[in-house]
């Protein structure tokens, strides 16, 4: 009996499918069967867990972290792209309405109605890290072709009323000092409380005005002008204190082959 249930049991080990055998069990086999044509198909048992662990990290779902940059530091763009959602739109915060507004345009409600819409709009910001409170929910309709809407007005612990935006000349002046091109430039200066330029001088090519006596004054090349016109706006709009609603971009020239670029305050 006890040589029949050792027989047994190799028979049930060697009946098993090459794949179900364990790593161990494979590489047994293979050493004592070296000519044959198998291969190991499995992996130490450690290394599945390792494998098994880096892919549960690839899968595991990449959402919007709150943590990762706090609200003071955030700009209404990055506000509104942080907030907004493929169900729902973010509008901004309303003084009026003394929180954070969110909207949904529809045809048809289908069921839904306003207090389900910001009941949706505190769960989705309650997964990002926010915490909630629903102060105000109103379905918008409106006959067609005009835009029917629920809306929903927020407020969290973590967002604050952002902050107005201001023409600080000071910010201004050190964010320009970090404009560069490749020629001699001085520093930025506050040329008044709505005014702040840097010079450059010799940027690009120059010529020389007709029936000028001397060079003192030359007049800058249209390519030249075009191309650190179009430079410098780019670099203006990715600058983190640049608000086109209050702010204007500007180039001038003076004499000397000297340009001035400079940010002025707009006259709302």
Same mark, same amino acid.
């Given at each position: 009996?006890?040589?029949? =249930? ?7 080990? #060697? ?41 549960? #990290? ?18 209404? =763009? ?8 493929? %169900? ?5 915060? =309303? ?23 910001? #009941? ?17 929910? %109103? ?73 000028? #006596? ?5 007049? $800058? =090349? ?6 650190? %016109?179009?430079?410098?706006?780019? $670099?203006?709009?990715?600058?983190? $204190? ?27």
């Amino acid at each position: 009996m006890k040589y029949l =249930s050792q027989i047994q049991f190799e028979f049930i080990k #060697e009946a098993r499918k090459w794949q179900d055998l364990s790593y161990d069990e494979q590489k047994g086999y293979l050493s004592r069967h070296p000519r044959s044509k198998r291969r190991l198909t499995t992996k130490p048992k450690q290394q599945e867990q390792e494998v098994k662990q880096v892919e549960q #990290e690839v899968e595991k779902p990449k959402t919007k972290t709150f943590e990762k940059q706090p609200a003071e530091s955030m700009s209404k =763009s990055q506000l509104k792209k942080f907030l907004s959602d493929n %169900t729902f739109s973010f509008k901004g915060y =309303s003084n009026k309405k003394g929180g954070f507004v969110f909207r949904k345009s529809y045809f048809y409600r289908h069921g839904q109605t306003e207090d389900k819409f910001a #009941e949706n709009v505190k769960v989705k910001t309650e997964s990002l890290g926010l915490t909630p409170t629903v102060i105000d929910s %109103t379905d918008r309709w409106a006959p067609w072709p005009k835009d029917s809407y629920f809306e929903a007005v927020l407020t969290f612990e973590q967002l604050k009323k952002p902050k107005e935006s201001k023409f600080s000349t000071d910010d201004i002046k050190q964010g320009l000092n970090n404009l560069s091109f490749s020629s001699y430039k001085t520093d930025a200066n506050i040329v008044n409380d709505n005014r702040v330029e840097i010079g450059f001088r010799d940027l690009g090519k120059w010529h020389s005005r007709p029936y000028e #006596e001397d060079d003192d004054y030359p007049e $800058w =090349s249209a390519e030249s002008k075009e191309k650190y %016109t179009n430079k410098f706006k780019q $670099w203006v709009s990715e600058q983190p $204190w640049y608000d086109p609603k209050i702010m204007n971009p500007y180039i001038s020239t003076s004499e000397k082959a000297w340009v001035f670029f400079g940010i002025e305050k707009k006259n709302n």
